[in-house]
């Protein structure tokens, strides 16, 4: 079965400092997406980013930006510069053909909760 | 404004009392999900439609039923809640594609059963 590991479970820094949120994951297939969702403490849930497998291109959206390395099955999510309004959690999901069981292939990462201190 | 809508916000019920969360989306899309969210779990699915009339279970469908007789509206149906189904629920859709696209969300349903 495919699977998503975000192994930080919370990390906290310092308001300006740049912090790196790390996803890896694994799947049988060879064509699959890559997506990030924030959750701020309002708790809407809002995408980020959709990468597919065949992109490799790292993305830069003003203070984020996104490595994508298949040699390490990874996906992570960097913000430059954090502000207070980055507080959030933060979820890695990947959606394949094959996910195993019944589900339809978008499994979710467990979230790595986010704190900005001023 | 193009939205998914869950109601109601908050529920606090008891154990073994039915209860229906709706979910409602204006953007015409063919794919729609639900999805409960527990402290150190992430997100799982419960349950998921590809289109009108088509359902099928996600990681979590036990407890839980759902409908899709019109494509704007999925309801999700706890015939019988029980305290393991505390928990703050979402409800998605996406264009068709279904989980190869971008996900829009509602606002949640925070729901205790006591």
């Known amino acids: 079965a495919q699977k998503v590991t975000q192994a930080q479970t919370e990390i906290s820094v310092v308001e300006k400092e740049d912090v790196t949120l790390d996803c890896v994951y694994e799947t049988r297939d060879t064509t699959y997406y890559l997506f990030w969702y924030k959750q701020p403490p309002s708790g809407e849930l809002v995408f980020l980013i959709r990468?597919?497998?065949?992109?490799?291109q790292n993305e830069i959206s003003g203070r984020y930006s996104w490595n994508f390395q298949k040699s390490t099955s990874s996906f992570n999510f960097t913000i430059t510069a954090s502000q207070v309004v980055d507080s959030a959690v933060y979820f890695c999901a990947l959606s394949s053909l094959y996910s195993g069981g019944g589900a339809d292939g978008l499994t979710f990462g467990k979230g790595t909760h986010l704190i900005i201190q001023p | 404004e193009a939205q998914v809508t869950q109601n109601p916000r908050y529920l606090i019920t008891v154990t073994g009392k039915k209860l229906t969360v709706t979910c409602s989306q204006n953007m015409n899309h063919e794919y729609m999900s639900w999805y409960r969210q527990d402290p150190g779990l992430g997100l799982r699915q419960i349950y998921y439609s590809m289109n009108v009339e088509v359902t099928d279970k996600g990681d979590v469908p036990e407890g839980y039923k759902v409908s899709r007789k019109e494509k704007r509206n999925f309801p999700l149906i706890l015939e019988s809640p029980s305290p393991n189904q505390t928990s703050l629920y979402f409800c998605a859709s996406s264009p068709e594609g279904g989980r190869w696209e971008k996900l829009f969300f509602g606002s949640g349903t925070q729901l205790s059963v006591l």
């Open positions: 990468r597919n497998s065949f992109d490799e």
